[in-house]
């Protein structure tokens, strides 16, 4: 069974919002670091922004910097990430992932697990 399970995305168009959710079967402190990527068909996944919940640490590509915003919820056990000025590149399939890699990276995938389905986000022109 997953430990971590995305919600919230949708269809907008560019410029508007949307807040995705991952809800953790665990309290979120539990999780050392965990992070939001995203892939579109034929590109690379692409990491989006990571946090590690005991110190509240986050880390965000610089493709949305400024736009997207990674927060933690502990009574829910849930995750956040809300997204402005969305733009059609953001389009895609985004997905919530855990590691114990020290570094809590946005820059690879590698050492996440616990990756399912997601959730998609189009955006439109």
């Known amino acids: 069974a997953r430990l971590l399970t995305e919600s919230g995305g949708g269809s907008v168009q560019a410029g508007g919002s949307l807040k995705l959710s991952c809800t953790a079967v665990?309290?979120?402190?539990?999780?050392?670091?965990l992070a939001w990527f995203r892939q579109t068909p034929g590109k690379e996944r692409e990491g989006v922004a990571s946090?590690?919940?005991?110190?509240?640490?986050?880390q965000y590509a610089d493709s949305v910097k400024g736009r997207f915003t990674i927060s933690q919820e502990n009574t829910k056990n849930t995750l956040f990430l809300q997204m402005h000025n969305l733009t059609p590149e953001d389009t895609g399939v985004y997905y919530c992932?855990?590691?114990?890699?020290?570094?809590?990276?946005?820059?690879?995938?590698?050492?996440?697990?616990?990756w399912g389905q997601g959730t998609q986000v189009t955006v439109s022109s």
């Open positions: 992932v855990t590691t114990s890699s020290n570094s809590c990276p946005v820059d690879s995938s590698t050492d996440y697990k616990d």
């Open positions: 665990a309290p979120i402190f539990n999780y050392y670091c």
């Open positions: 946090i590690k919940p005991s110190i509240a640490r986050t």
